[in-house]
Nanobody, 115 residues
Framework: QVQLVESGGDLVLPGGSLTLTCTAS????????MAWYRQRPGTLRALIAH???????IYAEHLRGRFAISQDTAKRTVYLQMNNLEHEDTGVYYC?????????WGQGTQVTVSA
């Protein structure tokens, strides 16, 4: 049973911003730190941002400074604030735990960056 629901994806202009939201079940949220993954067209799904076990945020090197992960533990919700979006940010964004649980992928949310 999938316990993750992503939302917030949209069509956005280059340079624009979006905030993605993921709500998890209590079991999933408490199991391991939460993370965001992205699958760009024609590529494998990749880890882009996650919390470490001490709560510190970790980002893929090329996204640091533009993306920010945050969470509301009371709501079991994790967010991904994305700024100054580029064409290369187009893809389907998923949340999961870190490390990932391959039995728990949700439907993802589509982000398209295009003029």
């Amino acid at each position: 049973q999938v316990q993750l629901v992503e939302s917030g994806g949209d069509l956005v202009l280059p340079g624009g911003s979006l905030t993605l939201t993921c709500t998890a079940s209590e079991a999933t949220f408490s199991r391991n730190p939460m993370a965001w993954y992205r699958q760009r067209p024609g590529t494998l799904r990749a880890l882009i941002a996650h919390f470490f076990y001490d709560g510190s945020p970790i980002y893929a090197e090329h996204l640091r400074g533009r993306f920010a992960i945050s969470q509301d533990t009371a709501k079991r919700t994790v967010y991904l604030q994305m700024n100054n979006l580029e064409h290369e940010d187009t893809g389907v964004y998923y949340c999961n735990t870190f490390p990932k649980d391959d039995t728990q992928w949700g439907q993802g949310t589509q982000v398209t960056v295009s003029a």
